[in-house]
């Protein structure tokens, strides 16, 4: 079955940096777009990043564009995603999601997501 | 950006009720509209894609319809399961969800 696991959240101060990751299984990895989605304590979703299947298109959102890079190893089942200059504001839990397509796509298969806090 | 608005924000009713969410988008995204269900500390589960679609091994009371720039999520008769939070999300043009439905026991 299609699985989807991330790690490397946890608490950083403001200004520092995070890598996140997520290894996938159950589906041919190297064909699928994959995106990051956030959501703060207790609000909604939010789409941050996504990549196409080769790499060769990234997207961001505009509140973590230049801060944030989302890259793949294919031969590891591995997306990435390295999060730079972290404000208080990125607190979230992320989720790494399987797209159904391209960019703009529905999610079909989800993580169990990673908690990342920014405060000093 | 394509703003995408839920009404309501909170819906309480009970086990056996017929409940409709409403989202609305800002522009018309033909039927790029997916629904999604998520409980508490768990990830959000696709329920429908374009608009209508039921995804596979989605209970059959779960239905969408709409296009354009209005769309409903239909439950009928509610079951304890579905207690959850529901969202929409436009994927035409960029990616943006709704800010969610709570669907709570009256």
């Known amino acids: 079955q299609v699985q989807l696991v991330e790690a490397g959240g946890g608490v950083v101060q403001p200004g520092r940096s995070l890598r996140l990751s997520c290894t996938a299984s159950?589906?041919?990895?190297?064909?699928?777009?994959m995106h990051w989605v956030r959501q703060a304590p207790g609000k909604g979703l939010e789409w941050v990043a996504f990549l196409r299947y080769d790499g060769s298109n990234k997207q961001y959102a505009e509140s973590v564009k230049g801060r944030f890079t989302i890259s793949r190893d294919n031969s590891k089942n591995t997306v990435y995603l390295q999060m730079n200059s972290l404000r208080p504001e990125d607190t979230a839990v992320y989720y790494c999601?399987?797209?159904?397509?391209?960019?703009?796509?529905?999610?079909?298969?989800w993580g169990q997501g990673t908690l990342v806090t920014v405060s000093s | 950006d394509i703003q995408m608005t839920q009404s309501p924000s909170t819906l309480s009713a009970s086990v056996g009720d017929r409940v409709t969410i409403t989202c609305r988008a800002s522009h018309s995204v033909s039927r790029w509209l997916a629904w999604y269900q998520q409980k508490p500390g768990k990830a959000p589960k696709l329920l429908i894609s374009k608009a209508s679609t039921l995804e596979s091994g989605v209970p059959s009371r779960f239905s969408g319809s709409g296009s354009g720039t209005e769309f409903t999520l239909t439950i009928t008769s509610l079951q304890p399961d579905d207690f959850a939070t529901y969202y929409c999300q436009q994927y035409e043009t960029y990616l943006t969800f709704g800010q969610g439905t709570k669907v709570e026991i009256k």
């Open positions: 999601a399987k797209g159904v397509t391209g960019w703009y796509s529905q999610f079909d298969y």
């Open positions: 159950g589906f041919t990895f190297g064909s699928s777009g």
